[in-house]
């Protein structure tokens, strides 16, 4: 187990102290190349072949999720084996409904999803339709997310929690 909070290492640290953990906590953790530049968080978790739980609070100012962060992720073998992927803070960056696909294809993993107070509108009403989507489906062979922003419907929220914890 590792778990780092409010800081900033190098990559290479990173990969030193987390090489063998099989849990990980990072809450508002930047790690940085030698060049400077914010590590995705693909990258890290490509460095971490036997992590089983991913726990992330992204940092606002200085994001490990990119553009490409999702599509990255699926391409990452161990990526599917992982049992529990939560992440707080999450920018409108992240491409959600690539992510709910894999959800829905993946079965055994159990997601959260959390995301910052300063998303679109535009992007509430894609997290919308996938709750909708969720809710209305009677037979989940899916493990539920739980999926939370600043604006959601409190029943709905209440309900894909109550779903959620059924997993």
């Given at each position: 187990?590792?778990?780092l909070s409010d800081q900033t290492i190098s990559y290479n640290d990173f990969v030193f102290v987390s090489s ?18 914010i590590v995705p968080l693909e990258k890290l978790v490509k460095a971490l072949p ?118």
């Open positions: 187990m590792l778990y063998n953990v099989e849990t990980i906590g990072l809450s508002r953790v930047v790690v940085k190349n030698e060049d400077v530049t036997k992590i089983n739980d991913v726990h992330l609070t992204d940092d606002r100012l200085s994001s490990s999720i990119t553009l490409n962060t999702v599509k990255e992720l699926l391409t990452i073998p161990h990526f599917s084996k992982i049992s529990k992927i939560s992440l707080h803070e999450i920018p409108e960056t992240f491409d959600v409904e690539t992510y709910f696909a894999f959800i829905k294809k993946i079965k055994q993993i159990k997601f959260g999803l959390l995301f910052q107070l300063s998303i679109s509108d535009a992007y509430k009403t894609r997290l919308e339709a996938i709750f909708d989507e969720i809710l209305q489906t009677e037979n989940h062979d899916y493990k539920v997310p739980f999926i939370h922003f600043w604006g959601c419907d409190q029943k709905k929220c209440r309900i894909l929690g109550s779903l959620s914890d059924k997993d």
